[in-house]
């Protein structure tokens, strides 16, 4: 339902992304998994190599279901797109930008 204003609302986000500096914010979903309804927010630097993101956030925080098994993830999908995860490479260089969410299965 939209929200009509009685007065200009004139105020920058909070989260836009020249507060972050080199760092960003990157949601992830693990689809299916009826323990995490939603996408968690992680910040996390733009240079960071995608395997090192699943192994020091991604893996941490979906541990916490104990059906979770590392080598089951699989899938994963930037937005409703396929992504061509490459361990070594940069959230940055695969498109990964600030307020992206990460989708994958497992």
Same mark, same amino acid.
């Given at each position: 339902?939209?929200?009509? @204003?009685?007065?200009?609302?004139?105020? &920058?986000?909070?989260?836009? @992304?020249?507060?972050?500096? *080199? *760092?960003?914010? %990157?949601?992830?979903? /693990?689809?299916?998994? &009826?323990?995490?309804?939603?996408?968690?927010?992680?910040? %996390?630097?733009?240079?960071?190599?995608?395997?090192?993101?699943? @192994?020091?956030?991604? #893996? &941490? /925080? #979906?541990?916490?279901? !104990?059906?979770? *098994?590392?080598? #089951?993830?699989?899938? /994963?999908?930037?937005?409703?797109? !396929?992504?061509?995860? *490459?361990?070594?490479?940069?959230?940055?260089?695969?498109?990964i930008g600030h307020k992206a969410l990460l989708h994958f299965s497992a």
């Amino acid at each position: 339902m939209p929200v009509k @204003a009685l007065y200009e609302y004139e105020f &920058p986000s909070a989260d836009r @992304a020249e507060l972050f500096g *080199d *760092d960003q914010l %990157v949601y992830v979903h /693990w689809d299916g998994n &009826p323990l995490f309804c939603s996408a968690a927010c992680f910040r %996390v630097p733009q240079a960071m190599p995608f395997g090192e993101f699943v @192994a020091q956030i991604v #893996a &941490p /925080w #979906a541990g916490s279901d !104990p059906d979770f *098994d590392p080598a #089951a993830v699989r899938d /994963w999908r930037l937005f409703d797109e !396929p992504l061509a995860a *490459d361990d070594i490479r940069s959230l940055h260089d695969l498109g990964i930008g600030h307020k992206a969410l990460l989708h994958f299965s497992a």
